[in-house]
């Protein structure tokens, strides 16, 4: 997608040099520090860009912006990064990816600055070791984080907070990584500056719903079945109107799914038994989805175990606050319920997860959960 962009760009300029009479391109500026310019974009009348050394462990990426009008390069700052990401510009400022080997907190990171001060931020949860890319779409922030898993996750307030949207699966000792990030939205004349525009003809598919791979495959493990009927049987309740019939694309994916799972998850489930403490919270959370409508959305069940782990000390984040002024939740709540429920050591978000499974039965799977049928129906 990267080359197509390029290659339409340079179309393009080729185009305007001819009609204007030129015969070659002429160099903005040069003399930089490192052999390699990438990562160009524009942000409050400058255009801003990456110098560094590519394809090397060499930790060098100066930032600059030039000024096309006066023609003046201006160095910005300099990031010890191996190389930097595709930075992004949203709400008025530029957020720029990076990695710093020296302090990696293996989790993603980023600088933000509005043209004169910078602020580092870490992405806060995602085992990660660099931030590649970054996009803005409907006032969305979007992140890749990438090495050893590629993953993608949101932001609605600036990058404050953080949600996990996709986790590519990765096999055991492999590397996975999402390099680009691209968010087609706006007008048309915004749209055709999209490669997606042009390799689609002008009709890029539309996303028939919200479902990531990363949460059929769950739904699979769950349901523990290499019938696809069954994975529907839950897709339709969530989304109806939604069938194979009506989105082949997503069909493809539940196949995919089911394979996946066949293949390289259901081998390594390994259920274990929750301790007292866990039991107690696990009880309590059964009773929370009880307490919930049978229609409560993702974000509703999301909250409900949120407020169920801030009553555990052991879940509590005191270096972060929660929505009520006190501790936030570590990401220790959720994985003890992935590998409790799910017999895994990760997942997707786990509200959206139940609204798919059903709180009824997400229910009846904490009660084998605590009864121990999990662990003895995978021994």
Known sequence: MKTAALAAVFLILASQFREAGAERLVPLADGFRWPHVSSLISYDGRLWFANSRKYVNHNSADIWSYDVRTGDARYERHLFSQDAGDPAVHGGLLYWPFEDSRFSPGRGEFMVTDGRAWRWIMLPEGRAFHLHAMA??????????????????????????????????????????????????????KRMENPVWHIHNGQPPQPGTKLSFAMLLNLASVCNTEDPAVLWGFISRYAPGVTAETHPKLDELVGYAIRYFDDFVKPSKTFRAPDDTERDALAKLAAAFDALPSDADGGAIQDAALDVARG??????????????????TGDWFQMLYQVLLGQQRGPRFGSFVALYGLGETVA??????????????A
């Not at 922030?141 to 590629?150: E, N």
């Not at 055991?172 to 999402?178: E, L, N």
């Not at 799977?365 to 009864?371: D, P, V």
């Open 312 to 329: 555990f000390e052991r879940y509590q984040d005191p270096s972060k606050t929660g929505p009520d002024g006190g501790p936030a939740v």
């Open 136 to 189: 803005s779409g409907r006032d969305v922030l979007y992140a890749a984080p990438s090495a050893w898993t590629a993953k993608l996750q949101s932001s609605d307030d600036g990058g404050a907070h953080w949600r996990m949207l996709y986790e590519h699966p990765t096999p055991d000792g492999r590397v996975s990584r999402i390099t680009a990030l691209a968010a087609f939205d706006g007008a048309d004349e």
């Open 365 to 378: 799977l904490i009660n084998k959960a605590l009864s121990g049928e999990l662990v003895t129906e995978a």
